[in-house]
């Protein structure tokens, strides 16, 4: 069997090297880096070429102290050099659809769906460019705690809704990276679970608790023996954001 090892590339190093960084150097990214990072990035496959996404480049200091405390206080929110809001914009599929007397505004889970995968794919995408211009940074989630309260500070319209941020600066920290699951926990191959039995299954998930926990020890943060297990039952147990459909809805998607 040829051993994965055997295929390199660089951007096949870039993934492989690649770590949330969340402490930046004092020092500028350029309005042009970032328009030639977002330039790539709209490369992205997009579903039936709706495009239906925007991207509001953030610098101003007390709107990024504004996205801080709105996403739980993040300091490197507030120290990132640049932060890049990915956005679902459905705007523009409502005026193409009102030029034939139609509207978008009684939209569905589809329509919302695919808006948020292409917001997705041009993050990712941006993330994997900024990496390879020697930049890096972490992804911000943390938007959707309070939806309405980072559209109004990015004054956005209705069907424009924040999916996630990014902050991008010039690393001033080299994290150890976080181990994933083996592969083999998440690789099937012809149908799902043929590769693995249930316990096998369970079995993975216990060896990913152990290699978490000697991670987190390693890194000097605190955790527990079951370390990925208790992280995930105190994340969806109760259920986070539960108010998130509602404020979707009132930024314009139905996700119904
Ligand atoms: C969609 C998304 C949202 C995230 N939100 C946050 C966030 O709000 N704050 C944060 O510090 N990290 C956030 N992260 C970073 C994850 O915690 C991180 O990717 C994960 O723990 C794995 O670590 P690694 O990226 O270093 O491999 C987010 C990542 C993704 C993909």
């Not at 590339?9 to 500028?28: C, F």
């Not at 801080?68 to 929110?77: A, D, E, I, L, P």
């Not at 990496?131 to 943390?142: D, K, N, R, Y």
């Amino acid at each position: 069997m040829v051993q994965s090892g055997a295929f390199t590339s660089e951007t096949q190093s870039l993934l492989a090297h690649r770590v949330s960084v969340r402490k930046y150097r004092d020092q500028e990214v350029s309005a042009e880096m970032v328009e030639a990072i977002l330039d790539a990035a709209f490369r992205a496959p997009t579903s039936s070429n709706i495009q239906a996404y925007s991207v509001v480049v953030v610098r101003d200091t007390s709107r990024l102290q504004a996205l801080s405390t709105t996403t739980g206080n993040q300091k490197h929110v507030q120290n990132a050099p640049v932060f890049l809001a990915f956005c679902a914009d459905i705007t523009r599929i409502e005026s193409a659809l009102a030029r034939h007397g139609k509207s978008v505004k009684n939209n569905n889970l589809e329509l919302g769906l695919v808006a948020t995968i292409d917001a997705a794919l041009v993050g990712m995408s941006t993330s994997l460019v900024a990496q390879s211009f020697g930049l890096a940074g972490v992804m911000i989630g943390a938007v959707r705690n309070n939806p309405l309260e980072v559209a109004r500070i990015l004054a956005l319209p209705d069907q424009v809704y924040c999916v996630f941020g990014m902050c991008l600066g010039w690393p001033d920290e080299s994290p150890r990276q976080k181990p994933r699951m083996a592969p083999s926990a998440m690789v099937h191959y012809e149908q799902y679970g043929h590769s693995a039995t249930a316990d096998e299954a369970a079995q993975q998930v216990a060896d990913y608790d152990r290699h978490l926990h000697a991670h987190y020890t390693a890194v000097n943060k605190p955790t527990t023996a079951a370390s990925w297990t208790d992280e995930m039952a105190k994340k969806f147990s109760p259920q986070p954001r539960a108010n998130l459909r509602l404020a979707l809805k009132e930024l314009g998607f139905d996700f119904l």
